[in-house]
C-alpha cells in the first residue's frame, strides 16, 4: 500500500523560510517522479515543483523561481521543498504526489499518489 506524508510547514513571517519534507512508502521511490502542489482557500490545486526519478530534472512555476528549490534523497525515500523568501500569497495547504514514469510533468493530473497536505501560513 502506497503512502505518502507530508511534514514540515507552519506559521512563519514573510521573508521567512520552511523547508517541507515527503515520506513515501510502499514503493520503490527512485522509479517515481515527485511533486509539490498547493491549494488555497477558493482556487485550483496548482503545480508549485517537480523533480524526475533521479533529481536531474525539474520544474518550478513562475510564481517561485529564485526563492524555492526541490530536492530528493532516494536512499531516505524523501522529498523536500526548501521554501525562502516566503510571501502572504504562498499561504496554501502544500500536497507531495507521486507517479511512476519516466517523464516530468508538474500537472495534478498526471499524479498517483497524493498526501494529506501540510499546511503553510505566510502573516505579512
Known amino acids: 500500500q502506497v503512502q505518502v506524508v507530508e511534514s514540515g510547514g507552519g506559521l512563519v513571517q514573510a521573508g521567512g523560510s520552511l523547508r517541507l519534507s515527503c515520506t513515501a512508502s510502499g514503493l520503490t521511490f527512485d522509479y517515481y517522479t515527485m511533486g509539490w502542489f498547493r491549494q488555497a482557500p477558493g482556487k485550483e490545486r496548482e503545480g508549485v515543483s517537480c523533480?524526475?526519478?533521479?533529481?536531474?530534472?525539474?520544474y518550478y512555476a513562475d510564481s517561485v523561481k529564485g526563492r524555492f528549490t526541490i530536492s530528493r534523497d532516494n536512499s531516505k525515500n524523501t522529498l523536500y521543498l526548501q521554501m525562502n523568501n516566503l510571501k502572504p500569497e504562498d499561504t496554501a495547504m502544500y500536497y507531495c504526489?507521486?507517479?511512476?514514469?519516466?517523464?516530468?510533468?508538474?500537472?495534478?493530473?498526471?499524479?498517483?499518489?497524493w498526501g494529506q497536505g501540510t499546511q503553510v501560513a505566510v502573516s505579512s
Open positions: 523533480i524526475s526519478r533521479r533529481g536531474y530534472s525539474t
Open positions: 504526489a507521486a507517479r511512476q514514469s519516466y517523464d516530468v510533468k508538474c500537472d495534478r493530473s498526471f499524479y498517483d499518489y
